[in-house]
């Protein structure tokens, strides 16, 4: 071997495992297969202990923890060992003290010796073949994760429903992503949104090792009251047992499992409890009842459950009456506080409603904390949900390391969506919660580092331009803009429009514009539009230039991590551009020229399913066929009604109207036949003749 601490990891070296391995050591023995497969070509010698092989010059043992091993004493804590690396007999031996730190363990020698990427699947990172890999015999010993609790929501999951066929989602569709957060150092995961229960998504979570947690509008993971008791009012006032009766069902249901038990009390559909029992008029009638009932969870779980660990979601109005003192909260319960959805730790935007109360523990609120935080949100206003987070990682940075120094430590679930589109936020928040600090310049390089071979100081410049290139909507650092704020409010904007109601302002809106006029609501929104759109423009053009310096896969890996989002985004800019200049023509008269700019509408927003479909490339075929919450067809149906509306204003009844007026030649306007000049012109051929004749005119901009 020449130096005798260096070893060869080799095709067929022998890896011993246990005899019977748990369902989560087999599922990551499984994993280690298929990565051994794709860099050696072969699958790996797997064979108990008693039976690999000593006549060898290196082989690995995993099992776990012996006394000589000295793993540490604490959950999911793994070693790595030599033990002979000064005899004939080298051996490595990956050895844990459970389950999960063996599945940790094992994950170790893919990512660190074979080179998977944790998030080969996400962003098709490639997995590089090799003959042989080079091992150096140092002892690893796993350093303890700076949160305890830690994972994702997959929520908001739209993408991985309609994915691949079969509902819910199947093994298929959650495999990678259970995978990829257990690649991470997760532990902890809520698998879909209000998914059937006759799903796999739980089971398969639980199988691989992961905590299950809950949804805080769905406590104890319980089914809703109205869906189990159709008809009857939603009050635990009027109907305490049935409440109780589907806490102590979820109870039973899940008490085998590794579970954080959310207790909670919000109203159906995620609102406040009160919007269905309006007899509690106080914050202190309502803190009241909120601890009342987070008190009666509590008791149920430790009744039917060894030392359960619990926590309390601390979200919305529920944030609001704890700090005001209006909530009593058991003392050993994790209370776990939310950012408001754009990354910033204070309470969510309700509507037109922005208290931005600070949503972190107080100096003095000693106890268990932690943390749930959305890398992509969804409320219909102004949130990304297709696209990266709209704000810095250094941003994101700053509010999670002051969440941990205020005490957030124990619980971290992190809103992941639909995965694919937020792997770089996410891979730098898992490095977050495993060491309780990362770099940001630093852990971009290694993004990029792992993603292409070069041009990596351009890339990287695209990434820091990204988040600065959003629009900034509001007066905090954090309202910046995501995907939906380009569709949601444009398609509120056309209803009002269609409806009549052009004399009212949309107090939808007011979130962004305030109490102005309607007409104003709709200037405001262009103009955003038009002062961001030179810059995605530029950055568009030099993201495009880069690409075309770079190899074919890597080119489409650029598309879709990162050139997919900005054009997404300077297509919403267009779109929302030429919506606002057919709404000034249309009121000031010129419904012509509207019409032209409606169809502009329409035409830049449908390029935005082009560029959906384009990231539909090989196994992402249909990813976002569900796409449902941003919903670009919606916007593009929608600016197609408004359009044939808009006709109607001046073209009606036969529709030859303005191709009399604007297009006839004046020799044929008061000769022509009526028989063969009353066959009209489609929407897309009359928009594209007038606006050659408004351009001409100098009225089309």
């Known amino acids: 071997m020449g130096n005798a601490n260096v070893y060869k990891l080799l095709p067929d070296t022998p890896i011993s495992v246990p005899e019977r391995p748990a369902k989560p050591v087999r599922h990551a023995l499984d994993m280690l297969a298929r990565d051994w497969q794709a860099v050696f070509?072969?699958?790996?010698?797997?064979?108990?202990?008693?039976?690999?092989?000593?006549?060898?010059?290196?082989?690995?043992?995993?099992?776990?923890?012996?006394?000589?091993?000295?793993?540490?004493?604490?959950?999911e804590a793994f070693v790595i060992r030599?033990?002979?690396?000064?005899?004939?007999?080298?051996?490595?031996?990956?050895?844990?003290?459970?389950?999960?730190?063996?599945?940790?363990g094992i994950l170790h020698l893919s990512r660190v010796y074979l080179g998977v990427d944790p998030f080969w699947f996400w962003a098709d990172i490639p997995i590089l073949p090799q003959s042989s890999v080079s091992i150096v015999a140092t002892d690893y010993i796993s350093p303890e994760a700076a949160v305890r609790f830690r994972g994702w929501f997959v929520n908001d999951e739209v993408c991985l429903i309609g994915w691949k066929d079969g509902y819910p989602p199947t093994e298929e569709v959650w495999m990678p992503v259970f995978e990829a957060l257990l690649r991470c150092g997760g532990n902890m995961v809520i698998p879909g949104t209000d998914l059937p229960r006759d799903g796999i998504h739980w089971k398969l979570a639980s199988e691989m090792g992961l905590w299950i947690t809950h949804h805080h509008a769905e406590p104890l993971g319980a089914e809703m009251f109205?869906?189990?008791?159709?008809g009857k009012t939603p009050s635990y006032k009027e109907h305490p047992e049935l409440f109780e009766k589907l806490w102590r069902d979820a109870i039973e249901e899940q008490k085998e499992q590794s579970l954080v038990w959310v207790l909670s009390f919000r109203g159906q559909g995620d609102a406040p409890f009160w919007q269905y029992d309006p007899s509690f008029v106080t914050s202190e009638s309502r803190g009241e009842m909120i601890s009342r009932v987070i008190r009666k969870q509590y008791e149920m779980v430790h009744e039917a459950v060894p030392e359960p660990v619990c926590c309390v979601a601390l979200y919305g109005e529920i944030a609001e009456l704890y700090k005001e003192g209006h909530i009593d909260l058991p003392d050993d319960v994790i209370k776990v506080w939310a950012d408001n959805g754009y990354g910033k730790m204070v309470s969510r935007r309700h509507g037109n409603t922005n208290l931005r109360k600070p949503a972190l523990p107080d100096a003095g609120d000693r106890?268990?904390?932690?943390?749930?935080?959305?890398?992509?949100?969804?409320?219909?206003?102004?949130?990304?949900?297709?696209?990266?987070?709209?704000?810095?990682?250094?941003?994101?940075?700053?509010?999670?390391?002051?969440?941990?120094?205020a005490g957030a430590q124990d619980y971290w679930l992190i809103n992941c969506g639909n995965i694919r589109q937020h792997a770089y936020l996410l891979d730098f928040i898992g490095k977050l919660w495993l060491t309780g600090q990362e770099d940001v310049e630093r852990h971009l390089a290694d993004w990029i580092g792992r993603l292409f071979s070069g041009e990596h100081d351009g890339i990287a410049r695209l990434y820091r331009q990204y988040a600065e290139l959003t629009i900034r909507y509001g007066p905090h650092e954090d309202d910046r803009a995501?995907?939906?704020?380009?569709?949601?409010?444009?398609?509120?904007?056309?209803?009002?429009?269609?409806?009549?109601?052009?004399?009212?302002?949309?107090?939808?809106?007011?979130?962004?514009?305030?109490?102005?006029?309607?007409?104003?609501?709709?200037?405001?929104?262009?103009?955003?539009?038009?002062?961001?759109?030179?810059?995605?423009?530029?950055?568009?053009?030099?993201?495009?230039?880069?690409?075309?310096?770079?190899?074919?896969?890597?080119?489409?890996?650029l598309y879709d991590q990162l050139l997919f989002h900005g054009e997404l985004h300077r297509s919403g800019c267009r779109g929302f551009i030429a919506l606002a200049k057919a709404y000034e023509a249309f009121d000031g008269g010129s419904f012509a020229l509207s019409f032209v700019y409606a169809t502009d509408a329409k035409r830049e927003y449908a390029e935005g399913i082009k560029l959906l479909s384009r990231a539909e490339h090989g196994k992402w075929e249909r990813f976002y066929k569900a796409d449902w919450l941003t919903n670009v067809k919606s916007t593009v149906y929608n600016m197609d009604t408004l359009l044939k509306f808009i006709r109607m204003h001046g073209d009606s009844p036969d529709f030859f109207l303005w191709y009399k007026e604007y297009i006839m030649p004046e020799t044929e306007k008061y000769i022509y036949l009526e028989n063969t000049h009353r066959n009209p012109l489609s929407d897309d051929d009359l928009a594209d003749r007038l606006r050659e004749k408004f351009k001409a005119q100098g009225i089309y901009r």
Request: net charge neutral; glycine share 8%.
């Open 82 to 104: 030599f033990p002979a690396a000064a005899g004939d007999d080298a051996a490595m031996v990956i050895a844990a003290r459970d389950h999960l730190g063996l599945v940790y």
């Open 482 to 557: 995501g995907d939906e704020f380009y569709h949601h409010p444009a398609r509120k904007i056309v209803g009002r429009w269609i409806q009549g109601k052009r004399d009212q302002s949309d107090k939808r809106l007011h979130w962004a514009t305030g109490d102005v006029p309607f007409a104003e609501q709709v200037k405001w929104f262009g103009r955003k539009c038009e002062e961001a759109l030179p810059g995605w423009e530029q950055w568009v053009a030099s993201c495009r230039a880069l690409a075309g310096r770079l190899e074919e896969n890597e080119k489409m890996r």
């Open 226 to 230: 109205l869906r189990a008791y159709p």
């Open 367 to 405: 106890g268990k904390h932690g943390l749930y935080y959305h890398v992509t949100f969804h409320d219909l206003q102004a949130s990304n949900h297709l696209t990266m987070f709209p704000s810095s990682s250094a941003f994101v940075n700053r509010e999670l390391q002051q969440a941990f120094h």
């Open 41 to 75: 070509g072969q699958a790996p010698s797997f064979g108990s202990e008693s039976s690999a092989a000593k006549a060898v010059d290196f082989s690995i043992a995993i099992r776990y923890a012996q006394p000589q091993d000295e793993c540490p004493e604490r959950p």
